[in-house]
């Protein structure tokens, strides 16, 4: 049972670069969403779904953007990388929303150089 | 927004030792949830408390929820060397369906 899958584990992107961090979850969680963890801060999020064709924008979602085209799914996209977004990202999903316990892949640390 | 705090932001204890760790939080919750995070791994849950609980058990752990002091306790008992990680507080408010997280407190557990 693979869980949730993130790829890939590391990137290192120039500013104005762009790309796509991978999340796929084999739980059927109608719940997604996408965390940044910066050194000294509690989780920020990004941006959520709660179904497919569903997103929504969540505490820091400027400069990415998401689609849930189906269940499994829940790619997000930084469109001009900047040094700002050197972080290391989190997607997680769960079986309902707020009120379920969240699974997390294993992350992607992003430098933007 | 920070909702949560932890408390102590690290802690540093012998094997065997009992640790607590602590997190407060500012506006009304639905519940409270406490997750572990080790080394360069994502976080995995470990216990979640509604607004309406006052203690839940998991094992060597017992979470304890005061809603009139918005303030949470994490208490691992007997600890171990595989305890040893970062522990995060997350809450839900009642008006604003988004978990919000603490900075976490670090714990080493020292052989």
């Known amino acids: 049972n693979a869980g949730v899958t993130q790829t890939p584990k590391f990137q290192v992107l120039k500013t104005g670069q762009s790309m796509t961090l991978q999340c796929a979850q084999d739980?059927?969680?109608?719940?997604m969403s996408w965390y940044r963890q910066d050194p000294g801060m509690g989780l920020r999020l990004i941006h959520y779904s709660v179904g497919a064709g569903i997103t929504d924008q969540g505490e820091v979602p400027n400069g990415y953007n998401v689609s849930r085209s189906t269940t499994e799914d829940f790619p997000l996209r930084l469109l001009s990388a900047a040094p700002s977004q050197t972080s290391v990202y989190f997607c997680a999903s769960s079986y309902g929303s707020w009120d379920s316990p969240l699974h997390f892949g294993n992350g992607t640390r992003l430098t933007v150089t | 927004s920070q909702q949560g705090e932890e408390d102590p932001q690290a802690l540093s204890i012998q094997e065997g030792e009992n640790a607590t760790m602590n997190c407060s939080y500012k506006?009304?919750?639905?519940?409270l949830q406490w997750y572990r995070q080790n080394s360069g791994r994502g976080l995995v849950h470990l216990i979640l408390?509604?607004?309406n609980e006052r203690e839940k058990h998991s094992g060597r752990l017992r979470v304890t929820l005061d809603t009139s002091k918005k303030s949470s306790s994490l208490l691992i008992t007997a600890s171990r060397a595989a305890d040893t990680a970062s522990y995060f507080c997350a809450t839900d408010e009642v008006s604003n369906y988004q978990l919000i997280w603490g900075a976490g407190t670090k714990l080493i557990i020292k052989p």
């Open positions: 506006t009304s919750i639905n519940n």
């Open positions: 408390i509604r607004s």
């Open positions: 739980m059927n969680h109608e719940y």
